[in-house]
């Protein structure tokens, strides 16, 4: 089983569609994974990387940018954020009405 696994991970966007978040990080999740699932742009990946810019190293256009990109693909997480985060930090409410309710 395990050789079919590794078969199928290894198939090039398979790392595209894998939410990380779904993950417990407790686990101790592998960097070299990480930079794959980034580098088959990968919304959840994509999502991180933008919340990390934004709110722990204060590259504000960076992050938000990034939240955007996750966003635009429908990652439900960075639809809310990316919407909340302009209304508080801009005033901007243009993206509220992506929010699902």
């Given at each position: 089983?395990?050789k079919w696994?590794?078969?199928?991970?290894?198939?090039?966007?398979?790392y595209?569609?894998?939410?990380?978040?779904?993950?417990p990080?407790?686990?101790?999740m592998?960097s070299?994974?990480?930079?794959t699932c980034?580098?088959?742009?990968?919304?959840s990946?994509i999502?991180i990387?933008g919340?990390h810019?934004?709110?722990?190293?204060?590259?504000?256009?960076?992050?938000?940018?990034l939240?955007?990109?996750?966003?635009?693909?429908g990652?439900?997480?960075a639809?809310?954020l990316?919407?909340i985060?302009?209304v508080?930090?801009w005033s901007?409410g243009?993206?509220m009405?992506?929010?699902p309710r």
């Amino acid at each position: 089983m395990s050789k079919w696994m590794k078969a199928l991970a290894d198939r090039r966007r398979v790392y595209h569609f894998f939410d990380v978040l779904s993950v417990p990080w407790g686990l101790g999740m592998p960097s070299l994974f990480l930079k794959t699932c980034y580098e088959e742009r990968n919304p959840s990946t994509i999502y991180i990387k933008g919340v990390h810019f934004f709110f722990s190293f204060g590259f504000k256009e960076e992050g938000l940018s990034l939240l955007k990109q996750a966003a635009d693909v429908g990652y439900e997480h960075a639809v809310y954020l990316h919407a909340i985060t302009r209304v508080i930090y801009w005033s901007d409410g243009q993206y509220m009405s992506c929010i699902p309710r």
